[in-house]
């Protein structure tokens, strides 16, 4: 019987190693990339039966892979191997596409179970991460990312810009405490802490809808 084509896809080859490692004995590893880009490449020469990927990648992040390969093959599985455990990479994970999300810090004890689950057609989130999120993405129908809406999208963006305060309220024509009041919801519902994380936030999921281009208006 022929065994299920798997492709790997993380920028750091002692990751791929251990990876291919664990999952070699048990499937054909068609592949392994080290970028977004030739993960699109190679997922769609290769057509494999599961791609396992991280999120942080050079040139493409894993999040836009993702939504490339999908667009093109609907049925391709996707399983996210990741460091990441912010509900918000979560959520942009399952939007678009994925299936499986598990940590690398959890390598050993769940990458066979979670691969095994996914090809099945099933759903695997690591347990390690809240119940809230086991909750939230036990139909993969149902999962999505946690909604800004336009104003908040507009402040986020200009936050991942390093945008003072002061400049998001001269540039939105808002009040300060308003952008004090837009930085507190961004955060609470992305679960994230700092600037920092909201910028790589930002910059690796995506960002579902961007917001429009045409100026900053009132709130």
Same mark, same amino acid.
């Given at each position: ?11 750091? +080859? ?9 999952? +070699?004995?048990? @499937? ?56 990441? #455990? ?14 499986? @999300? ?17 090809? #099945? ?22 999962? +999505? ?15 991942? $810009? ?7 309220? $001269? +540039? ?7 952008? #004090? ?19 790589? @936030? ?6 579902? #809808? ?10």
């Amino acid at each position: 019987m022929k065994r299920p084509q798997v492709l790997l896809a993380d920028d750091h +080859a002692q990751t791929l190693e251990c990876t291919s490692a664990i999952l +070699a004995p048990h @499937y054909e590893i068609a592949g392994t990339v080290a970028d977004g880009q030739a993960l699109v490449e190679a997922a769609l020469r290769l057509k494999p039966d599961l791609i396992v990927l991280d999120i942080t990648m050079p040139i493409l992040s894993g999040i836009l892979a993702a939504r490339q390969i999908k667009t093109i093959l609907p049925e391709m599985k996707l399983l996210i191997f990741t460091m990441h #455990s912010s509900s918000a990479y979560v959520g942009a994970a399952f939007e678009a596409g994925a299936t499986g @999300y598990v940590l690398k810090s959890n390598m050993s004890e769940e990458l066979l179970d979670a691969v095994r689950s996914v090809l #099945s057609g099933g759903l695997y989130v690591s347990p390690t991460l809240s119940r809230d999120h086991l909750e939230r993405f036990r139909d993969p129908a149902n999962a +999505a990312t946690p909604h800004l809406n336009k104003r908040e999208l507009e402040t986020l963006q200009l936050i991942a $810009q390093g945008r003072t305060a002061e400049d998001i309220a $001269q +540039a939105m024509n808002i009040p300060l405490k308003t952008v #004090s009041f837009h930085r507190r919801n961004i955060k609470k519902k992305l679960g994230l802490n700092t600037t920092a994380e909201l910028t790589k @936030y930002w910059k690796y999921q995506g960002v579902l #809808s961007r917001p429009s281009h045409d100026g900053p208006g009132p709130v």
